[in-house]
């Protein structure tokens, strides 16, 4: 295979997978890790992909657009689903407190609450609000502050000061973007700041997340990895990320 075509099959599957790696590269073509770097190269100044650590990913992966609720609803669903079933394993037992994140596939795990299980419930998404005010076991607390439109999340020094005084089980937290060199990143600070909030009140953290945010990297860091203590993706997951957040310490579960 000539350079060229190597480096045109590279693009397209960059932009199938989300993300690929350079020993993964290396391996199916059949050449150096080094000869993979000069290609990612070439497709990086052809804006076709862009460089991360340790491989690439599309060139849209590094972005602060941020998508509505209703589009972000619409994709995925079929993973966000078998994550969110899969994620209510790690619910706290009945009479356990348990954060929820703004966001798609948090509210997905909200629904599917069991409806004999008591819980202590905190959010700051009015769709997660919505989804746990109808369940007769959860004790919901609703945070205030200035709601983004974009998210339906509150935000802001309000939500800030709450958080800084709970410390709850278990805390599901979205994500926009996740590598294991940046950690877990959102594109707007306010928002980045509640999750920050989040993360620090809980004794579990476990983020869900589809495997379209693995591989990306967006404008503000919220949490380092080694501040996760589960991921539950979907089977799209590259395995050179999955081990390399396995060896973190991270259990991570593709659903």
């Given at each position: 295979?000539?350079?060229?075509?190597?480096?045109?099959?590279?693009?397209?599957?960059?932009?199938?997978?989300?993300?690929?790696?350079?020993?993964?590269?290396?391996?199916?073509?059949?050449?150096?890790?080094?000869?993979?770097r000069r290609d990612l190269a070439v497709l990086d100044r052809m804006g076709l992909v862009r460089r991360v650590h340790g491989g690439a990913v599309p060139a849209a992966a590094l972005t602060a657009i941020?998508?509505?609720?209703?589009?972000?609803?619409?994709?995925?669903?079929?993973?966000?689903?078998?994550?969110?079933?899969?994620?209510?394993?790690?619910?706290?037992?009945?009479?356990?407190?348990?954060?929820?994140?703004?966001?798609?596939?948090?509210?997905?795990?909200?629904?599917?609450?069991?409806?004999?299980?008591?819980?202590?419930?905190?959010?700051?998404?009015?769709?997660?609000?919505?989804?746990?005010?109808?369940h007769a076991g959860v004790q919901l607390h609703l945070l205030g502050g200035r709601v983004r439109g974009v998210t339906q999340a509150a935000v802001g020094a309000d939500t800030l000061r709450v958080l800084?005084?709970?410390?709850?089980?278990?805390?599901?937290?979205?994500?926009?973007?996740?590598?294991?060199?940046?950690?877990?990143?959102?594109?707007?600070?306010?928002?980045?700041?509640?999750?920050?909030?989040?993360?620090?009140?809980?004794?579990?953290?476990?983020?869900?997340?589809?495997?379209?945010?693995?591989?990306?990297?967006?404008?503000?860091?919220?949490?380092?990895?080694?501040?996760?203590?589960?991921?539950?993706?979907?089977?799209?997951?590259?395995?050179?990320?999955?081990?390399?957040?396995?060896?973190?310490?991270?259990?991570?579960?593709?659903?």
């Amino acid at each position: 295979m000539y350079a060229e075509e190597r480096q045109q099959a590279i693009a397209t599957l960059v932009g199938q997978r989300g993300r690929v790696s350079v020993t993964d590269l290396s391996e199916q073509y059949g050449v150096t890790s080094e000869t993979v770097r000069r290609d990612l190269a070439v497709l990086d100044r052809m804006g076709l992909v862009r460089r991360v650590h340790g491989g690439a990913v599309p060139a849209a992966a590094l972005t602060a657009i941020e998508l509505g609720t209703s589009e972000r609803e619409t994709a995925h669903t079929a993973e966000k689903e078998r994550i969110a079933k899969a994620a209510v394993e790690f619910l706290p037992p009945t009479g356990g407190s348990v954060l929820f994140d703004a966001g798609t596939t948090t509210a997905r795990v909200a629904a599917l609450l069991p409806a004999d299980r008591e819980l202590v419930g905190v959010t700051n998404s009015l769709p997660v609000a919505t989804r746990l005010s109808g369940h007769a076991g959860v004790q919901l607390h609703l945070l205030g502050g200035r709601v983004r439109g974009v998210t339906q999340a509150a935000v802001g020094a309000d939500t800030l000061r709450v958080l800084a005084g709970l410390r709850v089980d278990t805390a599901f937290i979205g994500t926009n973007a996740l590598t294991p060199a940046h950690g877990l990143s959102t594109p707007d600070v306010d928002e980045a700041a509640v999750k920050r909030a989040m993360v620090a009140s809980a004794h579990r953290v476990v983020v869900v997340a589809d495997s379209s945010k693995i591989g990306r990297e967006d404008f503000v860091r919220f949490a380092g990895i080694d501040e996760i203590d589960v991921l539950v993706t979907d089977s799209g997951i590259p395995a050179s990320v999955r081990n390399e957040l396995t060896g973190s310490g991270i259990e991570v579960v593709a659903a």
